[in-house]
């Protein structure tokens, strides 16, 4: 699985290829803690309540899909093949 981190987050996420097999089981929001204690970006990552990320700190897409957008949301199964993209909310004008 590719994970890469865009704009502010490329320092702290950076690109990494993770390897999962096809007998692990991990969800979005376990990789999205991982990368919040591993990165350092723990309060940014999710909300106050660490439920769900916090929109207005982050953008969270597998394969160029908005994770609110999928059916299983943050209990999304991932795999080997999944891209995942972690940008901060953009803005502009």
Do not use: C, W
């Not at 990368?35 to 999710?46: I, K, P, Y």
């Not at 969270?60 to 972690?86: F, K, M, W, Y």
């Amino acid at each position: 699985m590719k994970v890469k981190g865009y704009l502010t987050y490329r320092n702290s996420i950076g690109e990494q290829d993770l390897p999962i097999g096809d007998q692990d089981r991990l969800t979005l929001r376990q990789l999205l803690e991982k990368l919040a204690q591993t990165s350092g970006l723990g309060d940014l990552l999710f909300s106050a309540s660490r439920d769900h990320p916090d929109s207005s700190r982050v953008i969270v897409l597998i394969n160029g899909r908005h994770h609110t957008q999928l059916p299983d949301g943050l209990d999304t199964l991932l795999s080997r093949d999944d891209e995942v993209a972690i940008f901060p909310p953009l803005a502009g004008g």
